[in-house]
């Protein structure tokens, strides 16, 4: 049985599309299109291809065959998703170079023919190799918090397995995947309900989507297990619903971008032997995704334990621990990183009232951009107050106001936030100058108050009121704020 294809994803060029209109149009809206034009000049996009359009698998042999990386068996399945194993750049070449005289797949069909089939993906290249710039982020996906904080803090830390110096493997979310013609990546959706992008430097990809209101369609009816491969047969008694999806379908060439909003569903098949970078991330406009994949995925690790409850001597804890080890975060990981969030944006604003003798037109933007951060985090902060392993008293000191402060990783994550929101706003340069304005900040009066050893929920909630006041009483009202946030 095939499956039905209601439509295509909309090709644009981005060089036409200005960072509201994007916004406005996709990342609001939650979606996808196919972007041209964002590549040009990208060193990745001379350097690992050929003359003839193939991959330079020479080029990756000889300058970063010694990497270790994650490759998968697109042959064999492993619970949800393909057998990984870890091998070298070079190794994973050689596979690839061998194969490739035994012409083992057939892309039209998309069957192999019994052989593995190995497809690298999640390489971490730019955290192993910052020095060589293989391309620029488009401005219009550099709202990226997620890897904006993860160059400076850590999601999780595990106490058992911490290592200082072991922190490639968890440290970002933007990755590099190459495979032959064949390979594959079967149905999902992506970690934390992020937004990503995927560039093809070379070759072809070919996407199928399902909408997030569809996505009950291909879930068992416990809607526990999803289906894995949209094009094998996939059986009726277990995925009673699945013929009723209706599809996206999509082909992603050469030199162009798609971007992938969050909870779609999406198979993926390189048609050509292709590589493609890719980025993982989130913002104010899809936090809330973020927060309910959490909320989902805790009520799930509870009751998988239920039963050993009244035996457990801190059944929370294990209940955080089980969600950290299956969702990447737990609830104290996601509430640190918003409340650190939220005072790089405070430290922001302050920087930009403070110095400026008439803020009102000049910063207008940039503003309204860290206001809407900032309404946007409350409203999760909202919803966090009412667990009660986040209140006061119920957990050990999750986050220092004062301590934050005067953490130098903070201070780089403000500052490298003021460089971004510089970049997309570009009316507004950034010579920022972290030391006054970190001072200006201890001064504000509701610092001062603000003496407390733990940051709550509750606490933040009353924080970012404190400052969205702050600034409607500046640029004449709320409304200003709050027009496109619901
Ligand atoms: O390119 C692939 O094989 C998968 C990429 C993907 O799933 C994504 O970017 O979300």
Not at 153 to 179: A, I, W
Not at 458 to 466: A, Q
């Amino acid at each position: 049985m095939g499956i039905e294809i209601g439509g295509h994803v909309e090709k644009v060029n981005g060089k036409e599309l200005s960072y509201s209109e994007f916004v406005e149009r996709y990342l609001a809206k939650n979606k996808p299109v196919v972007l041209t034009g964002l590549m040009d000049g990208w060193r990745a996009c001379s350097d690992w291809v050929s003359d003839n359009g193939q991959p330079n698998l020479h080029f990756f042999s000889t300058h970063f065959g010694k990497s270790r990386v994650q490759v998968a068996d697109c042959g064999t399945r492993e619970f949800t998703d393909q057998k990984r194993v870890e091998m070298s750049v070079s190794e994973f070449i050689n596979h690839w170079l061998e194969d490739s005289v035994e012409e083992i797949s057939n892309a039209s069909t998309r069957e192999c023919n019994g052989k593995f089939q190995l497809y690298l993906k999640d390489w971490h290249f730019v955290k192993e190799y910052p020095e060589y710039l293989a391309y620029t982020t488009p401005l219009i996906f550099c709202d990226d918090w997620l890897n904006l904080y993860l160059d400076n803090h850590r999601m999780h830390k595990d106490p058992d397995t911490y290592q200082e110096k072991n922190e490639l493997s968890c440290s970002d979310y933007r990755f590099v995947y190459m495979g032959a013609k064949g390979t594959w990546t079967p149905l999902h959706a992506d970690v934390f309900r992020s937004y990503s992008w995927s560039a093809n430097v070379c070759g072809r990809k070919q996407w199928h989507f399902l909408a997030p209101s569809q996505c009950h369609l291909v879930f068992d009816r416990h809607m526990k297990s999803s289906v894995y491969n949209i094009f094998e047969d996939v059986s009726e008694t277990k995925f009673p619903e699945f013929k009723k999806a209706i599809w996206l379908e999509c082909t992603q060439e050469q030199n162009e971008i798609i971007f992938v909003p969050s909870g779609w569903f999406h198979q993926v098949h390189n048609l050509e032997d292709t590589i493609s970078i890719n980025h993982n991330w989130f913002n104010a406009y899809n936090l809330s995704w973020v927060w309910d994949l959490l909320l989902r995925d805790y009520n799930d690790a509870r009751e998988y334990i239920e039963d050993i409850r009244d035996i457990c001597d801190d059944f929370e804890g294990l209940c955080q621990r089980n969600l950290a080890a299956n969702t990447g975060m737990n609830f104290y990981d996601f509430f640190i990183f918003i409340a650190r969030f939220s005072f790089a944006n405070l430290v922001q604003l302050d920087y930009l009232l403070g110095n400026n003798e008439n803020p009102i037109r000049s910063t207008f933007p940039i503003a309204r951009h860290l206001a809407l951060n900032l309404i946007s985090t409350q409203k999760i902060a909202l919803k966090m107050r009412s667990v009660e392993c986040l209140q006061a008293g119920n957990h050990g000191s999750l986050l220092d106001f004062r301590d934050t402060l005067d953490d130098p990783k903070f201070l780089e994550l403000c500052m490298v936030l003021c460089r971004t929101y510089g970049l997309i706003h570009k009316h507004w340069e950034c010579t920022y100058d972290k030391n006054a304005s970190m001072d200006d900040l201890r001064d504000l009066d509701f610092i001062k108050k603000f003496d407390s050893l733990e940051c709550t929920p509750e606490d933040l909630v009353r924080f970012i009121d404190y400052a969205v006041t702050r600034l409607g009483g500046i640029y004449g009202g709320e409304n200003f704020l709050l027009s496109e946030l619901d």
